[in-house]
C-alpha cells in the first residue's frame, strides 16, 4: 500500500517528486495564483510536472473552486459579498466593468452587511477589524479572552489563563481526558450536535495508524462568522486543544483547514503555530506531553460543500471537494484514509473549559447574529437561552420597524415566526418546533425586507454552491432556483400551486436522495418560508 504520510509540501518549482504528491496540490495551486492573480496553462503544466499529476486532473481540481480564476486579472482584488445576508443590506452585484472587483457568495463577515474584502496576493490588504463582541469579558467563557489578549503574543495568551488546560490534560494523561470530555456531554458545534466523546473514544480505540486530528474551520453556512472571531482573536486556543486532543486520541499530526475567505484568521493562525513551534507546545514532545504533534494549515478556495468534513479530507489530499459516502465513518477512515478526529472550532475551544483546572465551567453556545438588530456581532449565551433573549442582547430591530422573521440555523436552517422566539435555543427545543440551532447562525429580518426575494437568494447560493457530484442535487438545486425565479417575477409555469408542488417535489427527491447535507437540506429554508410564511400563497 502507498504510504499515506504527507511529507512537508513542495512547491511547484525544482526537480520533479518521486511519488505523485497530491496532498501538494492545493497549496501549489494557492501559490501560483497569489503570485499572478490567476493560474495561467504554464502555472497549471509546471505544477502537474512537479507533483508527477496528470494535466487534466490539476485542471479538474482547480476548477472546482471558486476561488481561482483562469482568464489574467489582477492580484489585487475587491471581493464583494454578495450573500443573502449582504443583499438585504444593500449589496450589488459588480458588473463586467469593474476589472479587480469579484462577487463571493460570502464572506462569512455578517455583522459587517454589506461586507467587501480587499486581498492582494490571498493577503488582506486592511488591518483585521476589532472583534465583533458586544458582551463584556465577564460575561463570556469561550470568548473570555477575544478583545483582551494579544493574538499574537503567546505570553500574553498564558498570562490569561492559556495552556492550563494543556498542563491539567498532562496530569490527567489520555484516557482521563477523554472521560471528562465525555462526561461533560460535549456535542458539536457544527450543526450535527454528534457526541464529542463517542468521537474521541472511537478514534482512540481505531485500529491502525497515523491518526490524524482536523479542526474543520471552513464555516462557509450564510450568517455564520463565530469560529472566524476564535481564529483572528485567540488563535492559541485552538492550538491548544489540537494538541490536548491528539494527545487523548493517539494523533501526531493535525490540519485546520480554513476557507480562503479568512486571510486574517489565517495569518494569525500561521504565527500561532510557529510561535507555539518555537515554545514547544508543538514537536516532537508536544507541550511537554512525551508524543510528538504538529499542525499544518490548509487553506480552502470557496467551496461551501467542503465544510462536509469528507468533502473536507478530499481537499486536504488533493482531490475535488465532494462528499463520500458513510459508512466508513473518519473514526475509522477519515482523512489519508487512517483514523480522524474532526471538530470545529467552537467545538475544540469547548475542551479548554472542560479541562479548566480550576473545574469545568458552565456550558455555553455562540450564536453569530445578524441582519436588522441595533447591534449585530457574535454572542456567547448559556445552553438553553432562548432566541428572544439573544435578540434582546442584540438590541432588537431598529426603532421603528417590525419583526417579520428569524431565519436560524443559516441558509440551511429554518424561518422562524416572531411568536416563536421563545424557543430555548436547545437541539431538543428546536427540533420539537420543527428547526434547528445548526451552527448558531441568527439572521434577523424586519418589514422592510420581501421574504420572497430572500427565499430565492437562498436557493440562488445552493445552485452555485452545489458540487454536482450527485444528480438530486446538482439538477434539483438548479430547479429549485428556476421555479423560484418564475415565482418571484410572476411568471409561473401554470398556476402558482402547480409551481409550488414542483418545489415539493424537487426538494423531496433533495432531501431523501443526496450524498451530503448541502443537498439534503437546500429545501429546509424554503419550505419553511412556504408553509409557515405562506410566501406565494402557499401555506399549510
Not at 462557509?220 to 463565530?226: I, V
Not at 416572531?418 to 418589514?447: K, N, Y
Not at 432531501?511 to 410566501?535: H, K, P
Amino acid at each position: 500500500m502507498t504510504d499515506p504520510r504527507p511529507v512537508p509540501v513542495a512547491l511547484p518549482v525544482g526537480p520533479p517528486v518521486t511519488r505523485p504528491r497530491r496532498d501538494a496540490l492545493l497549496p501549489a495551486l494557492h501559490e501560483a495564483h497569489d503570485a499572478a492573480g490567476w493560474l495561467a496553462p504554464e502555472a497549471l503544466d509546471a505544477i502537474a510536472d512537479r507533483l508527477r499529476l496528470g494535466r487534466a486532473e490539476v485542471f479538474g481540481v482547480a476548477s472546482s473552486y471558486a476561488s481561482f480564476a483562469f482568464t489574467p486579472r489582477p492580484r489585487r482584488l475587491r471581493r464583494v459579498c454578495t450573500g443573502v445576508m449582504c443583499v438585504v443590506a444593500g449589496a450589488e452585484a459588480p458588473g463586467a466593468d469593474a476589472p479587480g472587483v469579484v462577487a463571493s457568495p460570502c464572506l462569512g463577515r455578517c455583522e459587517q452587511a454589506p461586507a467587501v474584502l480587499d486581498t492582494d496576493g490571498g493577503r488582506a490588504v486592511a488591518p483585521v477589524a476589532p472583534a465583533p463582541v458586544p458582551q463584556p469579558p465577564t460575561e463570556r467563557s469561550l470568548l473570555r479572552r477575544v478583545g483582551v489578549v494579544d493574538p499574537s503574543s503567546l505570553d500574553d495568551y498564558r498570562a490569561h489563563g492559556g495552556t492550563a488546560a494543556l498542563g491539567h490534560a498532562r496530569t490527567l494523561g489520555p484516557a482521563a481526558v477523554r472521560a471528562a470530555v465525555t462526561a461533560s456531554g460535549l456535542t458539536g458545534r457544527g450543526g450535527a450536535a454528534f457526541p464529542a466523546g463517542r468521537k474521541w473514544e472511537a478514534v482512540a480505540a481505531a485500529a491502525g495508524g497515523p491518526k490524524y486530528v482536523v479542526a474543520n474551520a471552513d464555516e462557509s453556512e450564510p450568517g455564520t462568522f463565530k469560529d472566524r472571531v476564535v481564529l483572528e482573536h485567540d488563535p492559541f486556543a485552538v492550538v491548544e486543544a489540537m494538541v490536548i486532543a491528539g494527545f487523548a486520541v493517539g494523533a501526531t499530526t493535525g490540519y485546520v483547514y480554513v476557507r480562503d475567505e479568512y486571510p486574517e484568521a489565517i495569518a494569525r493562525l500561521e504565527h500561532a503555530i510557529d510561535a507555539a513551534g518555537a515554545a514547544g507546545l508543538l514537536g516532537d514532545d508536544a507541550g511537554g506531553l512525551g508524543v510528538p504533534f504538529r499542525i499544518e494549515v490548509r487553506r480552502g478556495a470557496g467551496a461551501y460543500v467542503c465544510g462536509e468534513e469528507t468533502a473536507l479530507f478530499a481537499s486536504i489530499e488533493g482531490y475535488r471537494g465532494e462528499p463520500r459516502t458513510k459508512p466508513p465513518f473518519p473514526v475509522d477512515a477519515g482523512l489519508f484514509g487512517r483514523p480522524t478526529l474532526v471538530h470545529n472550532v467552537e467545538t475544540l475551544a469547548n475542551v479548554l473549559t472542560i479541562l479548566d483546572p480550576s473545574g469545568p465551567r458552565p456550558e455555553t453556545k455562540l450564536f453569530s447574529v445578524s441582519g436588522a438588530v441595533t447591534r449585530p456581532g457574535l454572542y456567547e449565551v448559556p445552553m438553553g437561552t432562548t432566541l428572544a433573549e439573544v435578540l434582546d442582547l442584540a438590541g432588537g430591530v431598529p426603532a421603528g420597524r417590525t419583526l417579520q422573521a428569524v431565519l436560524l440555523g443559516g441558509a440551511a436552517g429554518t424561518f422562524l415566526h416572531p411568536e416563536e422566539i421563545g424557543v430555548p435555543l436547545t437541539v431538543e427545543a428546536t427540533r420539537a418546533i420543527g428547526a434547528t440551532v445548526g451552527s448558531g447562525a441568527v439572521f434577523v429580518i424586519d418589514d422592510t425586507t420581501d421574504l420572497a426575494t430572500v427565499v430565492l437568494g437562498i436557493a440562488t447560493f445552493f445552485r452555485e454552491e452545489s458540487c454536482g457530484q450527485c444528480v438530486p442535487c446538482r439538477v434539483g438545486t438548479v430547479r429549485q432556483e428556476e421555479v423560484l425565479h418564475r415565482l418571484v417575477h410572476g411568471r409561473p409555469l401554470g398556476s402558482v400551486a402547480e409551481e409550488v408542488q414542483r418545489l415539493r417535489d424537487v426538494g423531496a427527491a433533495m432531501r431523501d436522495a443526496s450524498i451530503c447535507g448541502l443537498g439534503q437540506f437546500a429545501w429546509n429554508a424554503i419550505e419553511g418560508a412556504v408553509d409557515r410564511f405562506g410566501v406565494f400563497g402557499a401555506s399549510t
